[in-house]
């Protein structure tokens, strides 16, 4: 007994004794270490603006806004005012489209308050993000405009003013005897559909008329004959047995896909009915590019520090310039700057826009440095079409986790209906794509797998559009890194691709979009 109260008083017994009673008494609260930044970020774009704080431990933060002027004000708890915090004043750009202006300060012991002046109103998210990839703890703040761009009204709008984009005339067909009418803008002209397809709806001509000024409620009947030679691209085409030709068979300056007898060709249908004459249609043929990655999220990087984002971004620009050049064509970017896009964002933006296909671009990654060559993704409805595809596809379907989306934004529901969705038309037809651009890219370089294969990736799960993922190559590789970064390969590269949409829709019309004028 004696042995053991000798032990208790010990001087190094009641030191931690006394100390677990500090403990106890002040509460983790006190002795919790406040929160180290690792790094500030600004993403800006049209979409919305990000900005992210990475720290080693996770941020608390409350928000409240202010409606005039419109400000953001958010409260960063267990942290110091530290000079890389201060750094998100410098890194707001007078270009962003959603932010005017941040400032910081100590609002409280333990409190940083941040406040964003904000250019418009906005629709904030603001979340964590648990460890992931090469990131710590990630405090996300999400500036969503109000009110934002209807992306069918930017795409017409941007036509109208692009110098190349109306339709030229076709010189195969035979014009009537002139009528006395006056023209109107080219972007609104269009070919007679099929009656068969009068119930699909067509927004994009819709607001084509609206933009170029012309009247819903003009009656087709008003031009009893076919327009002369020198006005036949600008008015109203009328009820004339002489069938128009298909827009989608015209192909790049350099490289057309084999003529059809002009008999043969029906206007952007790929039924037999003969073309009604009460209705018409601005039937303007859109491909979705997909750049993939983009923001938080770099996608693979090569040996030589070249980012995937960068170069998938640089490609599709390129065809983004050859798509638009065609006549009746244009081409829609999921993302046409640095910034993040969700998986599912991704295709909701083509089917707002009715787009017509669906291409993402991605540069492939491996372990070692030894795979090489481009690939060809279509969506699958079983297993994958074997176990690289079914790896590439896990790798690329986990840009969420890396990228940073609100979970609690997500509707579940939908989510789950949106990745569920998948038809064998739409399978059939991105495997007829896939082959034409695979046929195309092979000409310019090597293959990774001379056919298109298969994986559920969900990005290519709009039920309604035929969609493929283009491997341009392996970026983990030193000479395909290299290719990739050059300007001749990217040049090459874009080329094969439009080519192959030129052998796809040759072969396969787009379907009809009726508007009844």
């Known amino acids: 007994m004696n042995k053991n109260n000798k032990s208790l008083g010990s001087p190094s017994r009641r030191h931690a004794l006394k100390m677990g009673g500090i403990v106890l008494l002040l509460g983790t609260h006190h002795i919790a270490r406040g929160a180290s930044i690792v790094a500030v970020r600004v993403w800006p774009s049209k979409d919305y603006t990000r900005l992210t704080i990475e720290s080693d431990t996770e941020i608390k933060a409350h928000q409240f806004f202010i409606d005039e002027p419109p400000r953001l004000a958010v409260d960063l708890e267990g942290i110091d005012l530290i000079p890389a915090l201060r750094e998100l004043v410098a890194k707001v750009k007078s270009d962003d489209p959603n932010i005017s202006g941040i400032?910081?300060?100590?609002?409280?012991?333990?409190?940083?308050?941040?406040?964003?002046?904000?250019?418009?109103?906005?629709?904030?998210q603001v979340f964590s993000l648990a460890p992931v990839a090469a990131y710590q703890h990630r405090l996300v703040l999400d500036l969503y405009p109000a009110h934002p761009i209807d992306p069918l009204e930017a795409l017409i709008a941007d036509r109208l003013t692009d110098p190349v984009a109306p339709a030229k005339p076709v010189k195969q067909v035979k014009p009537a005897e002139p009528v006395a009418t006056a023209p109107v803008p080219s972007a609104s002209v269009?070919?007679?559909?099929?009656?068969?397809?009068?119930?699909?709806?067509?927004?994009?001509?819709?607001?084509?008329?609206?933009?170029?000024?012309?009247?819903?409620?003009?009656?087709?009947?008003?031009?009893?004959?076919?327009?002369?030679?020198?006005?036949?691209?600008?008015?109203?085409?009328?009820?004339?047995?002489?069938?128009?030709?298909?827009?989608?068979?015209?192909?790049?300056?350099?490289?057309?896909?084999?003529?059809?007898?002009?008999?043969?060709?029906?206007?952007?249908?790929?039924?037999?009915?003969?073309?009604?004459?009460?209705?018409?249609?601005?039937?303007?043929?859109?491909?979705?590019?997909?750049?993939?990655?983009?923001?938080?999220?770099?996608?693979?990087?090569?040996?030589?520090?070249?980012?995937?984002?960068?170069?998938?971004?640089?490609?599709?620009?390129?065809?983004?310039?050859?798509?638009?050049?065609?006549?009746?064509?244009?081409?829609?970017?999921?993302?046409?700057?640095?910034?993040?896009?969700?998986?599912?964002?991704?295709?909701?933006?083509?089917?707002?826009?009715?787009a017509d296909l669906f291409i993402s671009l991605h540069a492939d990654a491996f372990f070692t440095?030894?795979?090489?060559?481009?690939?060809?993704?279509?969506?699958?409805?079983?297993?994958?079409?074997?176990?690289?595809?079914?790896?590439?596809?896990?790798?690329?379907?986990?840009?969420?986790?890396?990228?940073?989306?609100?979970?609690?934004?997500?509707?579940?529901?939908?989510?789950?209906?949106?990745?569920?969705?998948?038809?064998?038309?739409?399978?059939?037809?991105?495997?007829?794509?896939?082959?034409?651009?695979?046929?195309?890219?092979?000409?310019?370089?090597?293959?990774?797998?001379?056919?298109?294969?298969?994986?559920?990736?969900?990005?290519l799960k709009a039920p309604d559009i035929p969609s493929v993922l283009v491997e341009t190559a392996f970026i983990s590789n030193p000479a395909e890194e290299a290719r990739l970064r050059s300007d001749g390969y990217q040049i090459q590269l874009a080329d094969a691709l439009m080519r192959g949409i030129s052998r796809y829709f040759a072969k396969n019309p787009p379907l009809a979009r009726n508007r009844a004028l």
């Open 369 to 459: 440095e030894t795979p090489q060559g481009a690939s060809v993704f279509a969506l699958s409805e079983k297993g994958a079409s074997s176990s690289a595809a079914r790896w590439i596809a896990n790798k690329e379907n986990s840009a969420d986790l890396v990228g940073g989306v609100n979970v609690k934004a997500k509707d579940a529901q939908v989510q789950r209906a949106m990745f569920d969705m998948s038809t064998t038309a739409q399978i059939n037809d991105s495997m007829k794509l896939g082959s034409a651009m695979l046929g195309e890219i092979g000409n310019v370089g090597k293959l990774h797998k001379p056919r298109v294969e298969q994986a559920r990736f969900a990005v």
């Open 103 to 124: 400032r910081v300060g100590q609002n409280a012991p333990g409190v940083v308050r941040l406040v964003m002046d904000l250019k418009k109103q906005i629709l904030p």
């Open 190 to 354: 269009a070919p007679p559909v099929n009656a068969a397809s009068q119930a699909a709806n067509d927004p994009l001509g819709n607001l084509m008329a609206q933009q170029s000024g012309k009247a819903a409620s003009t009656p087709a009947a008003v031009v009893p004959a076919a327009p002369a030679a020198s006005v036949a691209a600008n008015a109203v085409r009328p009820a004339a047995p002489v069938r128009p030709p298909v827009v989608a068979s015209v192909e790049p300056p350099v490289i057309r896909p084999p003529s059809r007898p002009q008999a043969d060709v029906t206007p952007f249908s790929r039924g037999d009915t003969a073309p009604e004459i009460e209705n018409k249609t601005d039937r303007l043929v859109i491909v979705a590019l997909d750049p993939g990655h983009g923001g938080e999220d770099p996608g693979a990087i090569g040996p030589g520090g070249t980012r995937e984002k960068d170069v998938v971004l640089q490609i599709a620009h390129r065809l983004r310039d050859r798509i638009n050049q065609q006549p009746n064509m244009r081409a829609y970017l999921t993302r046409d700057a640095d910034f993040f896009v969700p998986l599912q964002v991704r295709v909701q933006k083509a089917r707002s826009v009715k």
